[in-house]
């Protein structure tokens, strides 16, 4: 039986009855469209268990690394370097939500018309709801699309501890430039939370810890390659959407743990779907928790998502560090140098974002892609015109959403999405 966590989460201030409403949301929710698929790999039991203490044990956790004076650094963003959180002996939470709860209270202090994903993060505070965000010492905004920028502003307002980095919005040498200072400037902010100098040593151990968290989602990355898929979509999308609050060093176990059975699946020819069947690329917003509403739909069509060109994806890991470094100086640069690598649609221009959905078709051996963007999220909704183009180039059909968290549009979606996969099997390229 699960642990009782009332007074934990009373003891935070979060709203007892909103709270109970979300997590009767999320475990029905977790039930229908996860516990219900076939052939799952017994290593998703962890994730499991991991999403039915969503708010229990990894908030316990927390309590504890507060209690030995540990900071606790909340991110919205993929640019935000979690090697420097943790070379400050710090605990890195990814705290974008991806539900639609608290949108309305998020709708006093923002627009209507603003994506779902920072209703949300906004929403989830003010609605009392995430335990996550009252635990954390601060929380690290970022410069990337305008909504967000504007929305730290208020954020801070209500919450009086957000840091904002700044991230240029081109990749020249300028850009570069201003990145590196920032870098060591949120260092140094870092250095001042925790009271203590960031060591060398300490910053090789943090590099090394997040470089083998991405190496294990890489390696989980290419077992999706083979066909009949190893894992569903949905299940690596889980992964991957734990990967950003989990603790960081028994994550990556566990997700070797996993690519170690689908290694065995892969032997023995076992898959979560039919040799054959249609394998889409998502490409575009992330999708935080528990945002699994086109995952399910595709899988649910008798498609087999392989990969997702997004920061929950490839984004987050397609590039490690160079951590070969031998002075503090050298590694913040090489930190700076990887982060600046990251191809958010944010940047103008974004060419590098085009050549890895390529590289990602062919890898994983893409019958189609699905470009998925958050309604009213401008810079990937802009992008999608230069993904179909891409996507004509190589002859791989390629489909539009546009969505947001609800679920209204779910009969729609299915339907625009099983006439696409049909498209696929037929063969037509629109
Ligand atoms: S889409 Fe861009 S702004 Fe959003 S998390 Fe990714 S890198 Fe950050
Ligand atoms: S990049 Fe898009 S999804 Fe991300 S916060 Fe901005 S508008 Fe929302």
Redesign the pocket.
Known sequence: MQKDYTNMWEGLGLNLENHAGLLGVLSDAYKNIYLSQRERPKGMEYFDFVISEIHGLRVEEIFEAKKEKRKIVGT??LYVPEELVLAVDGVCIGL?AGAEVGAEEAEKFIPRN?????KAFMGFKLAGLCPYVELTDLLVGET?????KK?YEIFNEITKKVYVMEIPNKKGEDGKILWQNEVRRFAEKLEELAGKKIALEKLKAASKIVNEKRKALQRLSFLRSYDPAPISGLDALLVNQVSFYDDPIRFTTKVNELCEELDTRVKSGIGVAEKGSPRVLISG??MAIPNWKVHAIVEGSGAVVVGEES?VGERNFGTLLDDDFSSLEEGMQKIADRYMTIN???FTPNEERLTNIIDLSRRLKVDGIIHY??Q?????LMEAFKVKKVAETMGIPFLRIETDYSMEDIGQLKTRIEAFLEMIEKGVIV
């Open positions: 919205f963003c974008c603003t994506c779902a994903l920072i990337t699309c305008d909504g967000k929305a917003s992330p920061c958010c649609a944010c963007a958050i009213f999220c401008t810079p990937y």
